[in-house]
């Protein structure tokens, strides 16, 4: 079912000027990049659960999900972001950057330097998210939950460096 919604919607998002038709575009990119989402999970799911190493074309297709919800969510936050009432759309653009901090950081790669570099544009992502809550505290009064998030984004920028740091040294003891 998420395939043919996929299908369908991925022309309607290519196909249509997001600058024409802003709110039609924002809706519908938002539908595509959960179920973009929603696909690379059940890839990740799926790989997760098998008794055995599945073959390299599932691994493709998760990371193809992945890679295309990354896209089309850094897309709808540019575009929102540079509105003037840009806060009215801040749990979307909440959901958007943790959405791809998420899929960077469960991207599968076979090269460990590659993995670092998911996981440090991971921490770029949260970097940004946690500026863009600044400046909403700065300008509002910061909800309860917009205030528990805020605190898994720095959670996850203390996080990130720690993951790196763990896969640096994989990465030695494999070169010795």
Known sequence: MYERRYE??????DDIN???????WVELA???QVICHSLFDCYYSKIKSMKKLPADSMFENMN???????VIAERIVLLLVKKEEKFEYTQVVINKRLSIGQIYTWLYFKEISDRIAAYRQA????KLLKIFLDEYQSKLEMPANIAEQYKLTVEMI?????????NI??????IV
């Open 8 to 13: 369908l919607l991925k022309n309607l998002v």
């Open 18 to 24: 997001p600058h024409a038709f802003e709110n039609l």
């Open 30 to 32: 938002i539908e595509f």
């Open 64 to 70: 193809k999900f992945g890679k295309e919800a990354i």
């Open 123 to 126: 921490l770029e992502n949260y």
């Open 158 to 166: 203390d996080l990130m460096p720690i993951k790196m740091a763990k």
């Open 169 to 174: 040294s994989v990465m030695e003891i494999l």
